[in-house]
């Protein structure tokens, strides 16, 4: 039905019919209440029991209210319920939010005096009177107001058996205009009139007459057949049913209201949505526009309907709707997709059950939450240069990207992939949606795991499209455009780059792209050729450089050390010094000293300038922190340089015993942090990658070996030796004697009392006094450890085995995947670490502190520079290259689904042959059993 304003403002709607609880005085009376007024209406007090109705004078379909403040003063409805009914005897009923709850929807109204404020009902409602209830307000009431809806409620009437009034009733409907189904085969008065209709023209009036007699009066006959005569004649208001027919009578009751309306185009536009019926619309309805003659005239009619169908297809999913509408230009998006109606998708739909969210606030929660799921950084949304004004409207350039969100955000997952297909920037708008689908799945619990799994699903179909994209670009373009998709950089999506946005969403295979790894090699790790280097970061070079080089400078003429792979080999060469001197100052007397001296104290500064290093790196923000946090390798450096600080403070405070313990804990730690250097490595790399998950598998065998541990070990202790006093001593045999066990060191001797020194005590008394205890029930101890030797050492080390050996295939699998994601880490982590190593970066880190202190420090970033032609080329080519994979994918599927059909037609036929051979058969088996006689047979 085409929505259109009720008559408020227009005054179709009388002062009469509109009535108030109160007015506080005659400016501001219920008069005043319409839409646009120069005033509007205040009543005399402010409070819950004020309320403002509208006598419709009909019954109607409304669909929504429409609000403003007062536009004199700050005076305005913040809250509002709706009521109605449709006679005047009736009691008010209030619209609902449409669900098992019935819960009363509380409309959210205006902010400032003039905006207007539109709230569409989850369902119209049928109504003659409409009231307007305030529940919370500005300073005071003080409201106008305009309601929105349809005159034409499509009305069907059906006729399913019946008697003699039934036929009255239905003739009168068709007469008047209001279509009707007549169920045939249902018996009675249906039958007669289906008959009527069938057979008009070819049978006598006696054979209906014949039929009237069945279920009518004598003298009613004459009159009922002067009736249905009428009613035949209008055969677009009767249509017949047939019950014992295959087709459902809900397509039938469309088709009567679709053609008593044939020539309101908009109106059976309407209808067949409402029943959500693509096909009628698409092969019956615009099917026969494009044949007429009169398309223009017909195309205005429709597009003042479909604006409001094309916003309800959106909040219901309706995706072949949506499309079917762009493809046939009835809708232009660029036209209809303002800041308004974007606010209006998301409160009636992802944000429909939060009272707390309004038009007013609905983007900065859209903003959050899109934040949240990416981790990407707006600074609102949409980005101001997303907006543009044109009179009162503020439309938003490509709408199609932020329907994409919409549509992802609402898990519309059809509409989402349309989108995205008539978008811009395929490749980035691919990855940030399987980051957000990834995120959504995390967050699912297991009691949403067929939901998990689809949302996995779907960022894997996500992660393809984007690599399948950029193989086209790839193939089809220069050497020189697939880098600048790469590394362009995305205003509307957080200032990232397509290779941000795949580290972010976990995309290895994206990043194991020839493309991505190309521009690795050639561009960045070792070259750093058209990226985006700061002139501060140059600054820093010619101010640090000088200090440094009297030390460095065979290195320094070897390696470029503004590339990542000369500051890799810089800083794993001062690393490996780092460490041999650790090693000497660990092995040597140096610690003995009651202060540190030479060496030693050379040591402690090299070793706070990995401090200060690994303090930039955390960053000064919570987001940069948090990506600090979830690098494991991270873990390891706070664990080392933790512990060295610990221990060198203990050294300055004379505990040297304590402290040569703890740096021995921190030399553990730098040289197992030698292993990240080995990922450069294609043959070393994925073998750091298989301990760190071995690690983890580790780590869940631990937990239950320590179940079976501590199970037996207490099992054992009660058994041999029930008389022990020395509780700590106990605790640590629990868990000593049972673990050396596991390799080999079985402490049979001291289970059986036979170790040769042994020196124990079976007397309580001298072991209450500190004697060692003999074992005692020394047969039960050989008994649990024989089973703990056979559930440990066989089944839960094979566990192990098995476990490690899975994780080896994993990985193995994807080696060469693994291996570049790690390679693309590491050369991103150089590209932004400063150009000298410890202990000489010491010179940066004061520089960089400077610098930021007085504003003017811009870190450096991987981003390729380009100018504004360039960008509006690359852009344009990846648009291209996505349109014609898309176009590609799609002649693909429809060619798989001809064969598809052609080979279902084969095999039908196939089948059908063999069975009319295999009947052929067996009537020549049968002929031939039944000529040939026993007596005549042959041998």
Known sequence: MHEQPLGLQDKKVQDSQINCS????????????????????????????????????????????????????????????????????????????????????????????????????????????????????RTNISMRFELR??????????????????????????????????????????????????????????????????????????????????????????????????????????????????????????????????????????????????????????????????????????????????????????????????????????????????????????????????TLHFERYPLSSNVKDVGLHNYLQDPYRHLFIFAILNDFEEMAEYFWEEGQEHIASALVASKIYRSQAHMMTATYKEKRERFKKIEKKYDDLAYEVLDACESQSEKSDSPNIVLRNLPNWGRKTCLDLAEISGNRNFIAHSAVQTLLDEEIWSTRDGLNDTKAEKKEECCCIPYGRFIIFYIWSCLDVRTPKGRFCHNAAFYIMFLALFTYVMISDQLSNRWPAGWECFLIVWGITFVTEEIRQMGITIKEMKEYILNQWNWIDIYMLTSFVLGVILRLVNHRHEARIILAFSIFGFYFRLFHKLTFSKYTGPKVLMIGQMLIDLAVFMVILLIVLTGYGVAVQSVLYPHVTDHWNVFKEILYRPYFQIYGELFLEDIQGTADDCACSKNETAISLGATPCPQNTGWGIVFLALYMVFSNVLLLNLLIAMFSHTFDKVEEENDVHWKFLRYSLTKEYFNRPFLAPPLIILVHIYRLTRFCLGNWTPAVMVRKLSEEDDARTIKMEQRCGYEHILSKRRKQRQDASLRSRLEELDCSLRSRFHELDKNLKKLKTHISSNISPGNGTS
Request: with cysteine; glycine share 4%; hydrophobic share 35%.
């Open 149 to 374: 809806g349809s005159d034409d409620l499509p009305v069907v009437c059906i006729l399913v058996e019946g008697g003699p009034n039934s036929i009255q009733q239905s003739c009168e409907a068709v007469e008047k205009g209001t279509p009707v189904v007549v169920v045939a085969n249902s018996g009675r008065a249906s039958d007669v009139l289906a008959y009527a209709f069938q057979e008009a023209g070819e049978k006598s009036d006696d054979d209906i007459e014949n039929r009237l007699k069945t279920i009518i009066k004598e003298d009613e006959i004459a009159e009922s057949k002067k009736l249905i005569k009428k009613a035949v004649h209008h055969s677009n208001m009767l249509n017949i049913y047939d019950a014992k027919s295959n087709i459902e009578i809900d397509h039938m009751i469309l088709q009567a209201l679709m053609k008593a309306n044939i020539t309101n185009i908009g109106l059976q536009v309407t209808l067949a949505q409402t029943w959500n019926r693509i096909d009628i619309v698409k092969d019956e309805i615009f099917r026969s526009l494009g044949e007429t003659t009169d398309w223009e005239r017909y195309n205005r009619e429709i597009k003042e309907t479909i604006s409001g169908n094309f916003h309800q297809a959106l909040i219901k999913n309706q995706e072949g709707f949506v499309k079917l509408y762009l493809d046939n230009g009835v809708v232009i998006l660029e036209n209809f997709i303002t800041l308004d109606e974007l606010k209006k998708l998301y409160v009636e739909t992802k944000f429909k059950e939060d009272e707390r969210v309004n038009e007013q606030n609905v983007l900065e929660k859209v903003r959050r939450e899109i934040e949240d799921l990416t």
């Open 22 to 137: 109160s007015t506080k005085h005659a400016t501001c009376n219920h008069s005043k209440a319409r839409l646009n007024n120069d005033s509007a209406w205040t009543p005399d007090s402010s409070d819950k029991n004020q309320w403002i109705e509208v006598d419709l004078g009909v019954t109607k379909l409304v669909s929504e209210v429409v609000t403003q403040g007062n536009p004199n003063e700050d005076k305005w409805v913040t809250k509002y319920t709706v009521q109605y009914k449709v006679e005047k005897r009736d009691e008010w009923k209030f619209v609902t939010d449409d669900t098992e709850q019935n819960k009363i929807l509380k409309f959210p109204g205006n902010s400032n005096r003039n905006s207007k404020q539109r709230n569409i009902f989850p369902v119209p409602i049928r109504a003659s009177f409409v009231r307007l209830v305030p529940t919370e307000w």
